[in-house]
């Protein structure tokens, strides 16, 4: 048996045993939701200059985004497939995936690895380096895109990410140096790909619910209340953590790809900051990453493969402008990777 088929298969095991994370790693392999690619962050010249500045990226609420139907889709998607998958087993079954049905519309997911369905954040980026559909953002001012190299992000040193109030209260608490406090805070750079494809979508969505009946299947050979809990726990954190994985068909062109933040605070525990700005008339709730080396250590240099500006009345000077921040600012490795954007687009 091949490495990857004896992987999955202690995967397929430990999920029918309900640990949630296990599933997951099934759906990631069977679905490739992460690909090895560079992965391209678009921005306005404002955002690019904190950036690399404070060596931060700020995760925005998914409610607040430009698909209003963000996060419902998902949710939708998983009722309707459940109703349809209770109408073709037995009354037993019937009940869990009813269950399952019913959480949908709980704040929390029921299981051991808790997620929100109220508060969550995304990292946004898009496989695509130079994209029209995400140019037209910008109107005739030019955007930039911040490609990150993905195998030097996952190298040694690296980058990770750190929630920054995480990071402060560490040291605070602590008063070591970064790399003593922060090992098992961080969280590695991997964004996971977006599915568009309705036929695609349906496919992750029935294999999850699969894998929540073997769950279920599983357990019931002993106490059906028992496995009752434990499937319900299982299929409902496998649900909350992958709905914000779907989007509407007609953002395909994004071509995204997200890290997500469920924003959920245990009893007792100490609140992080949501801080907030302006966007398009509306108040936009984000949250703060620090970016690091994988040990939890200052950014030497960026993992940046190339610097795209779009296109805009003022490209050229907007590459002029950027090329000489960097410079002045200790990243002159960077200036020899800015680009212009090929695409002839300006907004009339």
């Known amino acids: 048996m091949a490495i ?21 790693s099934l759906l990631i392999n069977q679905f490739n939701l992460i690909s090895n690619s560079d992965v391209y962050h678009y921005t306005d010249v404002g955002g690019f200059i ?10 925005s609420h998914i409610a607040f985004m430009n698909d209003k139907s963000e996060y419902l889709h998902g949710k939708d998607l998983f009722r309707r497939q459940l109703e349809r998958k ?49 140019w037209r953002g910008y ?39 970064a790399q003593e406090v922060c090992s098992g805070y961080e969280q590695d750079f991997i964004p996971w790909t977006v599915l568009y494809d309705d036929e695609r979508k349906l496919e992750l969505v029935d294999s999850t619910i699969e894998l929540g009946l073997s769950c279920y299947r599983n357990y019931s050979k002993g106490s059906r209340s028992r496995a009752l809990a434990v499937g319900n726990q299982f299929l409902s954190d496998m649900i909350f953590y992958l709905i914000p994985f779907f989007k509407h068909r007609g953002f395909a ?24 700005h302006e966007r398009g ?33 003022k490209q050229g000077k907007v590459m002029e402008s950027v090329k000489y921040f960097l410079e002045k600012n200790g990243m002159a490795y960077l200036a020899g990777k800015v680009r212009a954007s090929s695409i002839p687009y300006i907004e009339t």
């Open 253 to 276: 062109g994004e071509e995204e790809c997200r890290i997500v933040e469920r924003f959920v605070t245990a009893e007792g525990e100490e609140a992080y900051d949501i801080h907030y």
């Open 139 to 177: 109107g005739k001012n030019s955007g930039i895109a911040i490609g990150f190299d993905r195998n030097r992000c996952s190298s040694i040193p690296g980058m990770c990410l750190i929630r920054k109030e995480m990071y402060g209260r560490l040291q605070a608490e602590q008063g070591r140096k």
């Open 50 to 59: 904190s950036i690399m500045q404070n060596r931060e990226l700020w995760a």
């Open 86 to 134: 209770m109408a073709a087993v037995e009354s037993q079954e019937r009940e869990f995936l009813y269950r399952a049905a019913v959480s949908l519309d709980d704040e929390m997911s029921d299981g051991f690895f808790t997620a929100s369905s109220k508060d969550i954040f995304s990292l946004s980026f898009s496989h695509a380096s130079d994209s029209l559909e995400m």
């Open 4 to 24: 990857l088929d004896e992987y999955q298969e202690h995967c397929r095991i430990l999920a029918e045993n309900g640990n949630p994370m296990s599933g997951i």
């Open 281 to 313: 008339g509306i108040v936009l709730p984000y949250i703060k990453y620090m970016l690091m080396d994988r040990r939890c250590r200052p950014l030497g240099r960026m993992p940046i493969r190339e610097i795209v500006v779009g296109p805009g009345v």
